[in-house]
């Protein structure tokens, strides 16, 4: 289900992610959510919530990397 705010963001995503980057996250997981809705759309067996969720993560790492602290940041 789409996300409204970054406050409705699930608690593995809000823990770890700095606020720009829930942004990103919840930006991607609702175009995906909308783009992938018919089942053909996706790849494997995946749900329509798995892939949206797997889209999100992959937008946010284009512009965040997971660091040593094990905190994200931006990349250089």
Sequence with gaps: MPY????????NVKGVL??????????????AWEQYADPEDRR???SREETAHA??????????????DDRWHPKS
Aim: aromatic residues 10%.
């Design 4 to 11: 409204k705010s970054r406050e409705e963001l699930p608690d």
């Design 55 to 68: 889209v999100a993560w992959s937008a946010v790492k284009e512009k965040y990397e997971k660091g040593d």
């Design 44 to 46: 494997g067996d995946s």
């Design 18 to 31: 700095p606020p720009h980057a829930q942004s990103i996250y919840k930006e991607a997981f609702n175009s």
